[in-house]
């Protein structure tokens, strides 16, 4: 009898082996693919556009000629635009995290709230762009401004930051809280000098997805009426401007096959500024890292 139990048990063993295995080597199979198509996009993006990466890319407007193609005012409207962007959203987001977890109630009117916040965050880009369309440009008459666009963004990222930032705070250990409190402290203090900062990097991990994300959609820009070439550099917030999805967009469109080129000059552009972004938030995020 134990020899007929030893001998089940080891088949079992056997087949969860084999299992194990299968779905290794698909896992594997999948992995190699979607990085052997990465390689290859990467690899047609730099041998196409790096020959493009001159001085003069960088200090010429836009033009109906490849070669006198620059993305200056792409480069310096995207910045313009992400300075909208990253506070107003990071501080709204953050704020209404920090409402719903620290002093909103646990009913269903919250929950609700929260349940909707979540799923705004799958909602398509241009929906957002049509309601920047109506309350910003025209509602607000901001026209196909900076702080129009701008607004456009945050309102697309908010709910990732929003539900990123909830995940953030509610993963501080209450024990922590509890000894702020013993200590004296207000739920304020213990709100920015103990819970904040220990969800810094959950925070920025949702936000720097998320500027990633503004940064390089076109749709919502489309939309609110954003030209695609501009031969000036804004001056204001209510200036018009073009951003680097755009002005991509816009060459990659182009019947001529030296546009094509341009565009992944400006691909290898906008990858680079992801990038930078991307790597400062990095740093800030670990450098407030807490273990607890």
């Not at 990732?160 to 207000?186: F, L, N, W």
Request: charged share 15%.
């Amino acid at each position: 009898m134990n020899y007929v139990n030893h001998k089940s048990v080891i088949k079992r063993m056997n087949k969860r082996l084999i299992v194990n295995r299968v779905f290794k080597t698909i896992f594997f199979i999948a992995t190699l693919f979607a990085l052997v198509v990465l390689a290859v996009l990467f690899y047609r993006i730099i041998t196409q556009g790096i020959g493009y990466i001159t001085p003069d890319f960088f200090q010429n407007f836009g033009s109906r000629f490849p070669e006198k193609a620059g993305i200056k005012a792409a480069l310096i409207g995207s910045i313009w635009l992400m300075c909208v962007v990253a506070p107003v959203s990071i501080i709204l987001g953050v704020g209404t995290a920090i409402y719903l977890e620290e002093y909103a109630k646990k009913n269903k009117l919250n929950d609700f709230i929260r349940m909707n916040i979540s799923n705004l965050a799958g909602v398509p880009s241009v929906v957002f762009g049509l309601l920047g369309l109506t309350i910003f440009v025209r509602a607000l008459s901001l026209g196909n401004s900076i702080l129009a666009a701008g607004f456009t963004m945050s309102l697309l990222i908010l709910p990732v930051i929003i539900v990123a930032a909830q995940e953030a705070i509610r993963a501080v250990p209450q024990d922590v809280r509890e000894a702020s409190y013993g200590m004296g402290a207000t739920k304020w203090q213990t709100i920015t000098q103990i819970v904040l900062p220990s969800a810094i990097p959950g925070i920025l991990t949702g936000a720097i997805l998320a500027l990633s994300r503004a940064v390089g959609e076109t749709a919502p820009l489309v939309v609110i009426g954003i030209p695609v070439i501009i031969q000036f550099l804004p001056e204001n917030l209510l200036s018009q401007f073009t951003a680097l999805p755009m002005q991509i967009y816009d060459w990659a469109k182009r019947p001529q096959a030296e546009f094509q080129f341009v565009a992944s000059a400006g691909i290898l552009v906008l990858m680079a500024f992801l990038l930078i972004m991307n790597s400062i938030a990095i740093f800030i995020r670990n450098k407030f890292q807490r273990k607890y």
